[in-house]
Each structure stands twice: as C-alpha cells, then as structure tokens.
C-alpha cells in the first residue's frame, strides 16, 4: 500500500512530520510522499535520523504546487525531484503559506465587498501560519441568510471544500475571485518541475469545479504533463478507472494519494482515504525507478 498525497503541519495539516511517519509506520504503509502546499520543509525534518527511522518504508520527495488554469485555481504534484533544485524554484517564484493567506484574504474581502456580500471583518479570524482565510471568510458569510443568493451552488453552503472549489475559484460563481496573481502559471509551475528534475502530475482532477475534468484532454494535450492523480480518496472507481484508461492510452504516468491533512479533514485516513483507497505498489513502478 502506497500514499503519495499527505499534508504536515508545513502547510495546512495537522500533523507534525514525525507524526505523519508514526501514522505511516503504524498502518504498514510502503511508500510515502509528503506533499505540502508550495513548500518542502518537511524533508528537512528528514535529515534528523531519528525521524527518519521512525517510518521504515521508501519516501519520495514531493510537493503540492498550487497554480492557475483558465481562472481556475488547481495544483500540480511534483515527484522525484532534486531538493535543493526545487527549493531555489519555490523560494523564486512562489508565495510562502502565510503570505498566500494574508494576500489571499485582502482579494477576497475586496471583492465580496464590492459585490455587496454581507459579512463583519472582526469576525473573521484565523492563523495565516497554518489557517485558510478561505474557511474563516465562508463561516462568516454564511451567517447572513442574505448571502445565500450569491452561492452558485446551495451544497457549498455544507462544506468548506464546497465553498473553495464551487465558488471561490469557480469563474462561474458570483463568489469567484480571481486568483491569479498569486500563483505561477499552469506552464511555469510544470517548468519549476522540470527543471527541478522531477515528474508533474495533475492533482485530484474530479476535486475540482466541472470546468477542470471537462477541459481534462485539452489540458494534456497542451501542457507538458507527465502523470495523473488516477487515485483519490474521493473519486468514484468509474473516475478512477477512466483516467487509468487515459493515462494508458497517452503513455502517461500514474500516481494516488489520500490527501491526509490529518484532523483538518475527515475521512481522509493516510493509505486509505474514506476506506475506499488501497494503492499497488506497481502503480508508480513505471516511474519510481
């Protein structure tokens, strides 16, 4: 069984490094990467020995790079790569998780005011070091019944994933706001990769807004993608299978993960997702070695 999708407290898990390794150790896991948001600094826990013979089996460096495809904001996972290489890219071109968060708080509330959505700033508070300000502005705004109207879909009102994929970084959405100037470009992000000489994958594609899985092959088709996420704690086997089929068929790489953020989301479980998820090591043997 293998993860290839897990979060520490280095972006927005709960979980220190160690802990993760604990938890990986304690259900058998035999290959894991962690793959914090815009950040490796988890691998420099790994050069302490002691945490590192806390997990027994095979660790592959990886990363989360959030980007931006058509307005959209989605992520790039980044395998294999050199250290050192990577961190020099990511300290050059992207935000660190507490300036995203403070710069990303100051887009939306200067959108949703301008659109009239009702909310009081005072309320809304969170740790820009390891909170999201998306989830402290959404529990704010659903307070105000007058706010519903501004939803695309009433479901996003249930779940903080909801909000973000559906209607913050949904162009559709009255409630999107556009991100871009945060991140690095869908094609420098694949580049920071490259050169960095690892393998990019497309993240969670079905965890996006439809526009993304909609848009899946013009994506491959123009972009220098090596891999796909097949598997996913909250893909269906239909989802799975079909991107299986398709990473075949184009002579692509395969990947999956849980997306462990330990407490900050349920039914996540590292190795097995929602119960759902038990990943073969021959998977990713076609570009692990």
Known sequence: M???HTHTKHSDGSATTE??????EKIGLKILSITDHNSIAAYNDLKDYGTRTLFKGKIITGVEITTIYKGEVIEVLGYNFDIK???DLL????LSFEQKQLKEFELIKKHYRKIGVMFDEANIVFNPKVESSRVAFVKEIKKYRENDKFFLYKESLDTDTGFTRNEIFNPK???YVDMSSL???LEKTIDMIHDADGYAFLAHVYAYSPNISKDLINIIRN???DGIECFYTTF???QSRYLVDLCIERNMFMCGGSDYHGTRKTNHNIGTGNNNLNIDEVTIANWLN
Do not use: R
Not at 91 to 94: A, S
């Open 2 to 4: 293998i993860d290839l």
């Open 19 to 24: 802990e993760l390794l604990k938890e990986a």
């Open 85 to 87: 290489k990577m961190q």
């Open 91 to 94: 300290d050059k071109n992207v």
């Open 173 to 175: 959405s009255p409630l």
């Open 183 to 185: 991140f690095p470009s």
């Open 223 to 225: 972009y220098d993608l």
């Open 236 to 238: 269906t086997s239909e």
